[in-house]
Each structure stands twice: as structure tokens, then as C-alpha cells.
């Protein structure tokens, strides 16, 4: 016993060693992959894994297409707490017989990735070969989007969050609960938990509406933590609070969820990440409509928050000096659209992000956006349709059917849709994106490839490019 007990000690003793040793060699690089839920997280880690894995398809990332990436494969990873991304069922549902979308991010996962690079031409002679080891790190942005509540209290939160609920279809139901109880009465637990159901059923609710700013992050995708009192908690008027009333309860619980859930995760996690990639769902918000964009638009300036260590003290105090590298915005989901409208996405993207951008520059980072598919499903075409030439993407349909649709346009100015005044005053996407509902193609895999995709060569030699 004392002997096991003695190994399992050394062996976590040599782990750690050799992960800061790692570190050290500066052979390690932790790649953040994050973005609201139905992002397309899950499907970017696993086709990247499998086009780094096989990169047949990876003319752009510089070290694949010159050979200098001589083997790839996957390693246990080195954290021994966190769960691994399950690669392998994510790309068998992606590429199996039965090709189907696999299942989302639903927590923190993690895989490692290790590249043996040896450098072609001049400098092949001076630099041996040696190993990076690529930690991916999946995890929801709503938790990202939690950082923000750090800086309120209970009452300021409730106001912000109450006022949303009340502008929305959803949040009626909530909204009528409050109008029949007290938050001055006496804590009883069955209440707080109906009240925290209906609230996380209002955010559920909002999401499908196409809503992306939904706190607190971690009532939709709770893992373990379901059910537990830093989760049972839901928004009050303002109003008094008693000892032992609801209202006290409340804020009670809303300030251990913060020093509970919230401050864990960025400590332990966020505050470790080389790099990061922001995926974006911004075809699926412009589709929803004008209110779905700006509130994507405020999510993503207050997730952007997190990428500004400087501005927010307990930020400055986890990274200790260190900061992100890079970070990538990627737009997901673009062979929805031909590819003559990728660069008005791409261009989206940027008008989005541009203010969080220019911070982050100014923070050190370098910063990117662009549009991609992590799994193309289509191809393209032109087809005549009452005297006009449309350009379309064809792909399979449940049911195996095959279809070519037209999305509709995205404006040539991004502004059409983001600046005050103008927006709403059109729509876009109004074609067929609705009925797009593309499943991934068979049959697409060939020897020394990866799954078909758009641009995940290029968001892979920004990401890690410049340390292969
Ligand atoms: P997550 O919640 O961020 O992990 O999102 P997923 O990776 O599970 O993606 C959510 C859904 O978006 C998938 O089930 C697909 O329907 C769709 N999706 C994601 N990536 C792509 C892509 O590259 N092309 C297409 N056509 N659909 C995608």
C-alpha cells in the first residue's frame, strides 16, 4: 500500500516536473477554444485534431504544407483533473458511416496534442528536432460572460437581468412568479428552487430566441454543480431583506456562486491559456434578427472584458504579468454561405470585435478574425432562378435528401447591421438560411486527410503558426 501510495506521489511529482519543464522549454503552448453554447467548439477541436493529425488539408499553416511537421499524435494530457475532450467519438459522428453532428460543450474538457517538428531548409543544419505540445482547452463562453457579474452585487445584477427578462418573450413567466411572491418572506428551499427553475428555464428559453447574453453562465450547463445552493438563486426586485428572508438567501447565494464558480474557474483555467480562439456563431444571430445581433454585440464586448486584464483588479491579479498572446475571432459556420460573401462576414466579424480588438492590441495581444468552417458540408453553385443568377450551397438534408439553397446577403457594410439607427432597417439572411439544416457529407476522408473545412489552415498557422 505504502508502495502504491509512494508511486502514485512520485509519479504526480514527475508529472508536475516535467509539465514545468515544459513550460520552461517553451515546448507547450495552451490553446483556449471558447464561444457560446452551439458556437461550433466541439466541431472546430475535432477537425482541427484530425487536419493536424492528417494534414493533407493544411496548405495553409505553413509548417504542414513545407514538411517541417514530421509527426503528430495524441498524449494523455497533463492535467489530471480535467476531463478529456473526447476526440475520438466527436470525429467517429462527424466521419463515421452515419455522419451526424456530435454532441456539444457542455463543460471544461481538455486534450493534448504533441507536434515533432524538425525545420526544413537553412535552418535544419543548426536546430534538431524537437516537440510542441498543443493543450487544448474547450470551455463555454457563458462562463466567460460570468466575469462580469464579479464586479456587481446582487441587487445591480438583478436590476440588469430583470430588465432584460422584461424586454423578452421569454421572460414572462418569470416575470409573473416575482409579481405573486415576497423576497421579504421568510427562505424556504422548494421556493428558491422553483424560482431558479423557471429563471434557468427563461435562459434556456432566450438562447432558442437566439439571445446570447444569458447569466449566470453556469445555470444552462451546470455539470456537477446542478441543483447545489450556489446554483438555486434567481434575480429580485429591490426591496428589503431580512434575516433568513428570501431576499437575504439570495444575495447570499449569488456572492458564494462568484467566490465558488466563477473565481475557480478563471484562476485554475482561464488564467493559464497561450492563446485563444473565440468562435462566434454570427451567421445564426443575423439570421435570428436585429435584437439577436446587438445582443450578440454586447456579449461579445463583455466576454472580450476577460481579455483585458489591466481594467478589472482580480484579473490583474491572476495573470501575475502574463498575458494572452493571440487571439483569434472566428465567425463559424461559413460554408452556410457561398464564398463570395466570406469576406462581408469576415468584415462582420471585425466590426463586432473591433473595439474589444483595438483594447486588446493595445494590451499586447495580437488579435485576427475571419471566417471559417471547421467542417465544410456543402459545395457551391450557381443556379438561374427567375432570370438572375444565384449563388447556392448544396448539401445533405435529414432524411439523406440533398438540396441547394440561397442564403440571402450579408450587407456589404457591416454597419447595416451594428450601428445604431440603421439596424433593423433591413433584413439579411432572409433566403433559405433557416432551412439550412446541412448534415456533414460522407464519404469525404481520404488517406493523409482530414475532414473538409474552410480557412482552419489559416486560424491554425495564427494560432500556432509562428512556434512550429
Ligand atoms: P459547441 O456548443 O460550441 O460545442 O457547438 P458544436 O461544435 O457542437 O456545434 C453546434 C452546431 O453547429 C453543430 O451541431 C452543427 O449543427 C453546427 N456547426 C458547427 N460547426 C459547423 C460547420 O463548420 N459547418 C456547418 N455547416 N455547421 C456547423
Request: with cysteine.
Amino acid at each position: 500500500m505504502i508502495g502504491e501510495a509512494f508511486d502514485s506521489v512520485t509519479t504526480r511529482a514527475e508529472g508536475m516536473a516535467r509539465a514545468l519543464t515544459d513550460r520552461f522549454a517553451g515546448n507547450t503552448i495552451r490553446l483556449g477554444v471558447t464561444g457560446l453554447s452551439r458556437a461550433g467548439k466541439t466541431v472546430f477541436i475535432t477537425s482541427l485534431v484530425a487536419n493536424l493529425l492528417n494534414p493533407g488539408r493544411m496548405g495553409g499553416l505553413r509548417a504542414a504544407a513545407d514538411g517541417a511537421i514530421r509527426a503528430t499524435y495524441l498524449q494523455p494530457q497533463p492535467d489530471d483533473t480535467l476531463p478529456r475532450f473526447d476526440y475520438e467519438t466527436h470525429l467517429d459522428a462527424m466521419t463515421g458511416a452515419d455522419p451526424r453532428w456530435p454532441e456539444s460543450t457542455r463543460a471544461i474538457s481538455e486534450l493534448r496534442l504533441s507536434l515533432k517538428v524538425q525545420p526544413n531548409g537553412i535552418l535544419s543544419g543548426f536546430r534538431g528536432p524537437r516537440t510542441l505540445h498543443l493543450d487544448i482547452v474547450d470551455y463555454p463562453g457563458e462562463w466567460l460572460l460570468d466575469l462580469g457579474l464579479l464586479e456587481k452585487s446582487f441587487a445591480e445584477w438583478s436590476e440588469g437581468a430583470l430588465t432584460r427578462a422584461a424586454q423578452r418573450r421569454a421572460g414572462a413567466a418569470y416575470t409573473d412568479a416575482l409579481a405573486a411572491i415576497d423576497p421579504a418572506a421568510p427562505f424556504a428551499d422548494p421556493e428558491a428552487q422553483r424560482l431558479a427553475g423557471l429563471w434557468t428555464a427563461y435562459l434556456a428559453q432566450a438562447k432558442e430566441e437566439g439571445y446570447s447574453d444569458c447569466s449566470p453562465g453556469r445555470f444552462l450547463l451546470p455539470g456537477e454543480m446542478a441543483g447545489s445552493p450556489a446554483l438555486t438563486f434567481a434575480p429580485l426586485p429591490p426591496g428589503d431583506a431580512p434575516r433568513k428572508s428570501l431576499a437575504q438567501e439570495f444575495e447570499r447565494r449569488f456572492e458564494a456562486y462568484k467566490r465558488e464558480v466563477v473565481k475557480p474557474f478563471f484562476r485554475a483555467h482561464f488564467a493559464k491559456l497561450d492563446r485563444q480562439v473565440v468562435l462566434v456563431d454570427a451567421l445564426g444571430a443575423i439570421h435570428a434578427g436585429p435584437q439577436a445581433v446587438d445582443d450578440l454585440r454586447v456579449a461579445m464586448t463583455d466576454i472580450l472584458q476577460a481579455f483585458r486584464p489591466g481594467r478589472n483588479a482580480f484579473l490583474t491579479e491572476i495573470f501575475r504579468g502574463k498575458r494572452v498572446e493571440k487571439i483569434l475571432f472566428a465567425a463559424t459556420k461559413a460554408d452556410h454561405i457561398h464564398h463570395t460573401q466570406h469576406g462581408r462576414l469576415t468584415r462582420i466579424m471585425e466590426a463586432l470585435t473591433d473595439d474589444a480588438r483595438r483594447r486588446a492590441d493595445y494590451a499586447g495581444a495580437r488579435t485576427a478574425s475571419m471566417a471559417l468552417a471547421s467542417l465544410r458540408a456543402t459545395t457551391e453553385d450557381t443556379v438561374r432562378h427567375e432570370g438572375t443568377e444565384l449563388d447556392v450551397v448544396r448539401g445533405r438534408l435529414p432524411g439523406d435528401k440533398r438540396a441547394a439553397f440561397w442564403p440571402g446577403d450579408l450587407p456589404e457594410d457591416p454597419q447595416a447591421l451594428l450601428s445604431e439607427g440603421r439596424r433593423g432597417a433591413e433584413a439579411w439572411l432572409d433566403g433559405d438560411y433557416g432551412a439550412m439544416t446541412f448534415l456533414p457529407q460522407g464519404g469525404t476522408l481520404k488517406t493523409g486527410e482530414g475532414p473538409p473545412h474552410i480557412r482552419l489552415d489559416r486560424a491554425a498557422e495564427f494560432l500556432i503558426g509562428d512556434r512550429l
